[in-house]
């Protein structure tokens, strides 16, 4: 190799070596320099919940500043445990962030990846403390069962009334204490780790034994007896009287445990508790008005005419027609008969005179018809007599025949009627008792259309072995009728008459009246004795 070869080699090996040495040096540079030379804040590096890595100095304060600008100095910091909730303001706290010195402490690279703000952050420790004691007090107590005692004497119950308003006794409900199980310094330093990160909310961890639960249910079942509603036997509208119940309301006083706390003690008022229906109430609009009553005179002094009606008043007295019920008066009296105390009386049936037995119970059920007009209740059936009887006016008639002509009516209102028949000195007497609250009452007028007077007839009797004498008389007469009955409608406070319609149009038969008048034959002429000439 010549001189010149060796000087080139030796140039080309110094310029690789001095290459390697300025690599050695740049790259022992780079180990050797420390984080934050650049300028830059290294990787990973966080502060008050702001990751910081790459950014200069003045990105970082900006990005901490707009991070931070609605927190610290503004932001209440919450704290609850387990129903407590307490607020730290910044008012009381002092909270004012030094972000210069933070950021400081980023570009030094003497924190790990989390720059802790607390030592940058002026806080009133004292006054954080402070709180998390008084929280400690509050979640300290020992556990304590809860009770239920009864104070007070029931009274003797009264038949006569009871008193619903004044608590005889009263319950006493205890509500015991919890144990708690609050660590104060575990939520100080999860109360100072939530400012480190710039957060405002924290829920301390709390252990809690709670007392047992309170039976209240079995203790209801001890002491209370419900209340009885009254009932109604809607066949005889009867009563059964209520009973008073005694107690407490089981259901608010769970409500009032529901919302007390540990500690608390409830009283609770014991009572005599009233039935939803009491008797009163249900007969206060039951038999209250008498709805119509009607009187008709008995025409005459007839022993069997008596036991007849009686019979059938007595039938019919106090029989029950309930709300939309039918009545039928021959199927309240059944068929008379001799074996039910019925007498024979004569009557007519059409225009014949005919004896019958339990004759005259027309009259009873005359009453009961315009009983049932008066109370305004519907007339389903009803006939009138072929002869208009004594004892009503005509058109006001009801006339009964078992079976072939019956009274039917229907109760139309809103409750039961009762029925009350009887004879009173010499009259037949019956009344509906049920419930009015009609604004209005009903009124009955008859107009005699054809007045038809018995036509004298004279009876000629010859012989007389009747023994009659002149004027005697044999038939008697009767007026016959023709009648309209109106329906008018009253208004009850002015009496004033509001409507009036056409109820009935009935004809009653007349029957002329006959009068004996003696006959006396005229004499048969003398004849003189004849002469026989010899």
Known sequence: ????????????????????????????????????????????????????????????????????????????????????????????????????????????????????????????????????????????????????????????????????????????????????????????????????????????????????????????????????DASLDTTTYEVTKESYGYGFDLTKANELIASAKYGDTIRVPIRFIQPDITEEMLTSDLFRDVMAEVSTKIPKDNTDLLVNLRLACKTINGLLIKAGESFSFSQATGQPSIGKGYQTVEIYRGTELTEVVGGGISQVATTLYNCALLADLDIVERHAHSYAPSYIDPGLDAMVDWGSADLIFTNTTDYPIRIEAEIVDGCVVIRLIGTDNNDYYISIETEVVEHKPATLHQTMVEGNSGGYAKGDVLVEGITGYDVIVYRNLNERETNRKLSSSVKTYDRYEKRNQVVVAIYVPPAEPETEPSTIAE
């Open 1 to 228: 190799m010549t001189k010149q070869k060796e000087k080139v080699l030796i140039f080309v090996l110094l310029g690789v070596a001095a290459i390697l040495l300025i690599g050695v040096i740049i790259a022992a540079s780079i180990l050797l320099r420390k984080p934050g030379d650049d300028g830059l804040i290294p990787n990973n590096v966080f502060a008050a919940g702001v990751n910081l890595s790459g950014m200069t100095e003045d990105e970082a304060k900006r990005a901490l500043s707009e991070a931070t600008k609605d927190t610290y100095a503004k932001l209440d910091m919450s704290i609850q445990v387990l129903d407590t909730v307490v607020t730290l303001s910044p008012e009381d706290t002092g909270a004012k962030l030094d972000i210069d010195a933070v950021v400081a402490d980023a570009l030094s690279g003497n924190s790990s990846n989390t720059v802790s703000v607390l030592p940058y952050l002026n806080l009133n420790t004292d006054y954080i403390r402070s709180v998390v004691d008084d929280l400690g007090k509050q979640y300290s107590s020992t556990l304590t069962q809860g009770s239920i005692t009864v104070e007070g004497t029931k009274p003797a119950e009264s038949p006569d009334g009871y008193d619903t308003e004044t608590a005889f006794q009263t319950l006493v409900i205890y509500m015991g204490t919890a144990e708690y199980g609050l660590s104060t310094d575990d939520l100080y330093d999860q109360i100072m780790d939530a400012y480190n990160i710039n957060l405002f909310q924290v829920v301390g961890q709390c252990s809690v034994i709670a007392p047992d639960p309170l039976n209240l249910e079995a203790m209801y079942q001890s002491i209370c007896t419900e209340p009885v």
